[in-house]
């Protein structure tokens, strides 16, 4: 297997639970206001310690020049603002009460469509883009309907629809 399959691997499984940790550290807060705020600030740290600290280490070991073009520096920060508005944004959704499954599919399922539109735009395809393959277009098509059909039909949670106990179905609690 190639080394850049594995990274891509890590990269699914660590967004892969993104959102669902995010989601869990939101509710644990116990503060349905601000709860997701304060956890989003608990991943500004981890960000923090992984995105700065570790390549920083990284660079300091490989005695690397510290000389990086502006442009460089310009199109990383929006790459890093972009993908910050993107966790913040995850964040919003949860708090206006979408679900976790929901929410994670709709967000993988059109990343990869977006990414490969905007890298078409950068890069068009050799031959132009009426020169696609019917094949690759299919693939964009069953990926917005896959997340669709993600999101639409989640299984509900254990315990969803149920009475509460102590209670049969469609009695009420005694006034």
């Known amino acids: 297997m190639q080394t850049w399959i594995l990274f891509a691997l890590l990269t699914v499984a ?3 639970l993104y959102g ?3 989601h869990a550290g939101q509710v644990a807060m116990g503060d349905p206001q601000n709860g997701r705020y304060k956890a989003f ?4 740290i981890a960000y923090f310690l992984i995105a700065v600290l570790a390549p920083a280490g ?4 490989a005695k690397a020049s510290w000389v990086m073009p502006g442009k460089a520096i310009g199109l990383s920060l929006v790459a890093g603002g972009v993908g910050a508005v993107g966790a913040f944004g995850v964040l919003l959704a949860f708090g206006a009460k979408g679900h976790p499954a ?3 599919s709709i967000i993988f399922a059109g ?4 990414n490969a539109f905007v890298a078409m735009s950068i890069h068009p395809p050799a031959g132009g883009w009426s020169k696609l ?3 690759f277009l299919l693939g964009i098509a069953l990926a917005a309907i896959g997340g669709l059909l993600v999101s639409l039909y989640k299984p509900a949670p254990a315990g969803a629809g149920k009475p509460p106990a102590g209670h049969a179905a469609g009695q009420t609690a005694p006034k």
């Open 102 to 104: 929901a929410v994670m």
């Open 14 to 16: 660590s967004w892969g």
């Open 111 to 114: 990343a990869p469509i977006v």
């Open 20 to 22: 669902v940790l995010l």
């Open 58 to 61: 990284m660079l300091l070991a």
């Open 41 to 44: 600030f608990w991943v500004g």
């Open 133 to 135: 393959d019917w094949r």
